[in-house]
């Protein structure tokens, strides 16, 4: 069996940071690329940002120059920093991972979720 386990969510002001974190556990062999999406009330899931094994990164257009993906390989961990925060950015944020377990094939898995509100 393979969570993912967020935290770090929360209420931050306009213009403020916020650091989201996802740890992976249970049975992995490998994990393959890594993400973060987001859902606001009355919007499809959109990518925020995704990172490969090997550090290669992508982010949604709506958050280039504000948020950075990083991610721990030996802790099975991706964290997203950001910045610059606005009100447009709150939303449910999901962590994302494509993992193989040790029993089973390549899948993808997702969190719970961790609420983000921008606010005044």
């Known amino acids: 069996q393979v969570q993912l386990v967020e935290s770090g969510g929360g209420l931050v002001q306009p213009g403020g940071s916020l650091r989201l974190s996802c740890a992976a556990s249970?049975?992995?062999?490998?994990?393959?690329?890594m993400g973060w999406y987001r859902q606001a009330p009355g919007k499809q899931r959109e990518l925020v940002a995704s990172?490969?094994?090997?550090?290669?990164?992508n982010y949604g257009d709506s958050v280039k120059g504000r948020f950075t993906i990083s991610r721990d390989n030996a802790k099975n961990t991706v964290n997203l920093q950001m910045n610059s925060l606005k009100p447009e950015d709150t939303a449910v944020y999901y962590c994302?991972?494509?993992?193989?377990?040790?029993?089973?094939?390549?899948?993808?898995?997702w969190g719970q979720g961790t609420q983000v509100t921008v606010s005044s």
């Open positions: 249970g049975s992995i062999f490998s994990i393959y690329a």
């Open positions: 994302n991972a494509i993992i193989a377990g040790t029993t089973g094939p390549r899948s993808n898995y």
């Open positions: 990172i490969t094994g090997g550090g290669s990164t």
